[in-house]
């Protein structure tokens, strides 16, 4: 199983990035994948995740309204639009997959991870 993350970069407070993540080795429709980060000297946080089907979206408080999360899964992709993004986003994006279910904000429940890429937003 491969997940790979890409699209992210530096950008300035207030600017977007739209992240993808690439599946393989996995029956990628029907696991529900999240995206997670983690800032220098913190602790992993949950920032979105989407159901196989792509039918159910979370979000955590930090980020509503401002990220998009979506799944295309005739390509194994899954995408966070990030709009608006401020400098206290920037860290390391990784993308997850797991089995379904409501623990989705559980970093313990995700079965596969990607390497991450680094968001940086400037002030």
């Known amino acids: 199983v491969q997940l790979v993350e890409s699209g992210g970069g530096l950008v300035q407070a207030g600017g977007s990035l739209r992240l993808s993540c690439a599946a393989s080795g996995l029956a990628f429709s029907r696991y529900a994948m999240g995206w997670f980060r983690q800032a220098p000297g913190k602790d992993r946080e949950f920032v979105a995740a989407i159901a196989s089907e792509g039918g159910n979206i979370f979000y955590a408080d930090s980020v509503k309204g401002r990220f998009t999360a979506s799944r295309d899964n005739a390509k194994n992709t899954v995408h966070l639009q990030m709009n608006s993004l401020k400098p206290e986003d920037t860290a390391v994006y990784f993308c997850?997959?797991?089995?379904?279910?409501?623990?989705?904000?559980?970093?313990?429940?995700?079965?596969?991870w990607g390497q991450g890429t680094q968001v940086t937003v400037s002030s």
């Open positions: 997850g997959a797991y089995p379904g279910g409501p623990y989705y904000r559980d970093q313990y429940e995700y079965d596969y």
